[in-house]
């Protein structure tokens, strides 16, 4: 079946400083991957679309610059997220799909900044 | 506005009751998927439901397009099923995810 692996799941980092996780699809293609991201007591918001051979798109709210993201092949994507402060802590989860529509979810790297 | 909206934001059960969660959604062009969260953070895919009536074990999918609504039933509730149920707009590219439904089955 279709799955996802998220690394690191938890994660602690001082303010001011930068995180990078991973996130590996096992079983498809990962055609395009988009970063979330749950804030406490919120639901999840949308960072960035990432599909491969196109550019990766940023909602409002989220640049490049604070959260660069790699998606080098249909199986790996990275996302950092650079001087992290504490309005960045939060549960970070990649969704990947491939032709279809329905979207797989890993288990999430939730940030913990002090 | 909220484009996904969900009732109720919070559910108390006994175990064996059943549960019914909505999630209304603000156009008729939305494709619908069921995740839970556990208490702890991972996000399962329950169902993906565009239209209709999907069953997946306890768990009982309706979506009324052209009402722009949907349901999950959970019959016969267990206390693992505490945790957080969202309904989520799938436009292909992108999801929009409702607020939530926190359940909470007693023994």
């Known amino acids: 079946g279709a799955l996802v692996y998220q690394y690191p799941r938890r994660t602690i980092c001082k303010s001011g400083t930068s995180m990078r996780m991973e996130c590996q699809a096992v079983?498809?293609?990962?055609?395009?991957v988009a970063w979330y991201r749950q804030s406490p007591q919120k639901t999840f918001e949308l960072i960035a679309l990432?599909?491969?051979?196109?550019?990766?798109?940023?909602e409002q709210n989220f640049t490049q610059e604070k959260f660069p993201i790699s998606h080098p092949n249909l199986s790996f994507s990275s996302m950092t997220v650079l001087n992290a402060y504490l309005e960045d802590r939060g549960l970070y989860l990649c969704?990947?799909?491939?032709?279809?529509?329905?979207?797989?979810f890993g288990k999430g790297t939730r940030l913990t900044v002090v | 506005g909220q484009q996904v909206q969900q009732s109720p934001a919070s559910l108390v059960l006994q175990e064996g009751e059943n549960a019914e969660l909505q999630c209304n959604f603000s156009s008729t062009a939305t494709r619908l998927q069921w995740f839970y969260q556990r208490p702890g953070g991972s996000l399962v895919s329950l169902l993906y439901?565009?239209?209709g009536t999907k069953h997946t074990g306890r768990l009982t999918s309706t979506t009324v397009t052209k009402e722009r609504r949907s349901s999950l039933h959970i019959s016969s509730s267990q206390t693992t099923d505490s945790g957080t149920y969202f309904c989520a707009r799938n436009m292909g590219y992108k999801l929009t995810f409702g607020t939530g439904t926190s359940l909470l089955v007693d023994p």
């Open positions: 439901n565009p239209s």
């Open positions: 079983g498809f293609q990962a055609t395009s």
């Open positions: 990432s599909t491969v051979n196109s550019a990766i798109k940023y």
């Open positions: 969704g990947a799909k491939t032709g279809g529509a329905e979207v797989f």
